[in-house]
């Protein structure tokens, strides 16, 4: 197993992760699920941890679209009827979107009760799940109310990933590959180089983990070099959000990938590079169309990272490494 340090907790990463953590100093434990980890997920941490067979399971619907207030209410709903007093533990078993939602309903339940995160998904395992932004979207903004509070820990079994699908592990390989573009250039040649069929996920989630903790060690609350993560999402949240109101959500590296296609357009790399960056995603992953500036303008604009009204992008200024603050106008794009 790997243990990788965070703030003032531990990320434990490999087979023998589950059994890393002392649930008895709590006196009610509730779990965290939708429809998806209820079914292929939760058996399995039971057989593995079974002194978690009389916790409290609480039920939300999967999808971004239930990332919201009404989820929220349901879990706070569950934890008053359950008398869970403050020295309870939240269990977040899920993709980003429990651990997100979770994390926040348990940070501000009887003014915060504790937490863990247990991601399902590739992507939460070697993002989300670290780091402590927690949060729901609001008024059709993406993570519009939240707050930064970090989980007790976060227990990371890749067996999880067996029962994802393709779409959902390549949504996930978009924030490893935008990990390595920011932060490490021999990861992106590795990618570069990878088939994506036979992955040791144990390795590249622990790699990603690595990349991201370094930077929010820096700057937890995301100041200044934290930033540098942001890089694909100001336009990727943008596409998301369109998606999301018109009713036909994406799933988020989908939209992380197009924002890390053209957030490379104005980064300040070599023509070669922004045609490899494009030519890897787009022959390794089938993606949605992308909507046009006109379809965008109303997000950008609304981007909760905005300054002085202009738009604020992470962009790349050469592989492996990441500008933060860099202003353009609605026009300049
Ligand atoms: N907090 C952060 O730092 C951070 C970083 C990146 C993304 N995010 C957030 O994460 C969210 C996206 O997370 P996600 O991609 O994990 O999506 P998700 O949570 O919606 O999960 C994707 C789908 O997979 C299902 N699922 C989960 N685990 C499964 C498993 N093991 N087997 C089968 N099905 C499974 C879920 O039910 C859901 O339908 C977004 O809301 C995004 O804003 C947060």
Redesign the pocket.
């Known amino acids: 197993m790997k243990i990788i340090r965070s703030d003032n907790y531990d990320v434990c990463i490999g087979e023998k992760s589950l059994v890393h953590f002392n649930f008895s100093d709590y006196s009610t434990l509730a779990i965290l699920v939708?429809?998806?980890?209820k079914?292929?997920?939760l058996p399995l941490l039971l057989v593995q941890l079974p002194a978690l067979s009389n916790s409290l399971i609480i039920e939300i619907q999967?999808?971004?679209e239930n990332?919201n207030l009404s989820s929220c209410s349901l879990i706070w709903e569950e934890l008053s009827k359950h008398n869970f007093d403050r020295n309870s533990l939240l269990i977040n078993l899920?993709?980003?979107?429990?651990?997100?939602m979770g994390?926040f309903a348990a940070s501000t339940y009887k003014r915060g009760i504790d937490f863990i995160q247990i991601?399902?998904?590739?992507?939460?395992m070697a993002?989300?799940?670290?780091?402590?932004?927690?949060?729901i979207?609001f008024n059709g903004l993406?993570?519009q109310v939240g707050l930064f509070k970090n989980p007790k820990s976060v227990l990371i079994y890749p067996e999880?990933?067996?029962?994802?699908?393709e779409n959902?592990l390549n949504?996930?390989l978009a924030?490893i590959v935008k990990h390595a573009l920011i932060a490490d250039a021999n990861l992106w040649n590795k990618l570069k180089e990878t088939s994506f069929s036979d992955v040791d996920w144990e390795d590249v989630i622990a790699r990603s983990v690595q990349l991201k903790n370094k930077i929010i060690l820096d700057d937890p609350f995301e100041k200044t070099t934290r930033k540098q993560?942001n890089f694909g999402h100001t336009f990727g949240?943008a596409i998301?959000s369109y998606y999301l109101e018109k009713g036909t959500p994406i799933?988020?590296?989908e939209a992380v990938f197009l924002g890390v296609i053209l957030e490379s357009e104005l980064s300040n790399i070599t023509r070669q590079e922004k045609s490899e960056i494009k030519n890897f995603i787009l022959s390794n992953f089938a993606l949605p169309h992308c909507p046009s500036k006109s379809e965008i303008a109303k997000y950008l604009t609304n981007d909760k990272k905005n300054q002085s009204k202009k738009i604020n992008f992470s962009l790349l200024s050469e592989i492996g490494n990441c500008s933060i603050d860099n202003l353009f106008s609605i026009d300049e794009l």
Do not use: R, Y
């Open positions: 939708d429809e998806n980890t079914k292929h997920c999967s999808g971004e990332k899920g993709g980003g979107v429990i651990g997100d994390g991601p399902t998904t590739l992507l939460s993002d989300a799940s670290v780091g402590g932004k927690l949060g979207d993406k993570n999880f990933l067996e029962t994802l699908g959902q949504s996930g924030e993560l949240h998301e799933l988020h590296g």
